[in-house]
Each structure stands twice: as C-alpha cells, then as structure tokens.
C-alpha cells in the first residue's frame, strides 16, 4: 500500500494535472506589433498545427502550449479569437490555392483529420 496522506497525493496530482479552464480568468495572450493584448481572457483558442501536429514540441514554454492532439493552445478574448478564426480562414484559403483540387477534400498530412474550413484549425470554447 501507499504510505502518502491524502493531502499528498492531491499535491502531486496537482503538480501533474493539466486543466484547461483556469481557477480565475486569465489576461489574453494574444500579440499583436509585440504588444500583448491587454484585456481578459474568456475562451481557449486551439489552433491545430496543420502537417506539424505529431511533431515534438521546440522547448517546454511550448509543450506547456501543446494539446493532446497537437493543438497549440492559447487563452485569448473574444476579438483576438475572431481574428484567430480569421486566420484558420486565410490558412485555408491558402492550402485550397496550393493543393490541386482533384486531392480534395484536404486533410493534415500527418493525422489526416479533416481542414476544409476554418473551424477545422481554429477551435474556440468558452471558459467559465
């Protein structure tokens, strides 16, 4: 048997455990001309790393970032989250130009999920 207190085991889960809805909300961790937005967060941008999504993480600031399933992860406001989408949009835009249209619909290389549409990167969940 485990010889830990309970009050030991909660500290070590919580050393551990990844959450995604934080205790309090969160400043928006958009930039935008090296400037970081200055209002609160109220949603979790995941912005899927289109043909990098199994790829290893460049350093640990990143892996912190870095979803399950390849996701780069970002707390942001409601503006700066629509002009994420907007992005995940012109992403898209740009592979339909690049990829001949006999190979639609276009999925990621690497995990082949679907990237049709601008939600298909760009995921945006409220967070309470």
Request: with cysteine; glycine share 4%; aromatic share 4%.
């Amino acid at each position: 048997m485990n010889d830990l207190s309970d009050d030991e085991v909660l500290r070590r889960l919580n050393d551990i455990a990844r959450t995604d809805a934080p205790v309090r909300s969160p400043q928006c961790e958009a930039r935008f001309d090296g400037r970081q937005c200055p209002h609160t967060a109220v949603v979790l941008v995941r912005l899927h790393r289109w043909g990098e999504c199994e790829d290893p993480a460049d350093d640990a600031a990143d892996a912190a970032r870095i979803d399950p399933v390849g996701n780069v992860t970002a707390y942001m406001c409601q503006p700066c989250s629509g002009q994420a989408l907007i992005a995940g949009w012109k992403k898209i835009r740009e592979l339909q130009e690049r990829i001949p249209r006999n190979l639609w619909p276009i999925h990621c290389p690497t995990c082949k999920r679907p990237t049709n549409r601008g939600e298909d990167i760009v995921q945006i969940e409220a967070i309470a």
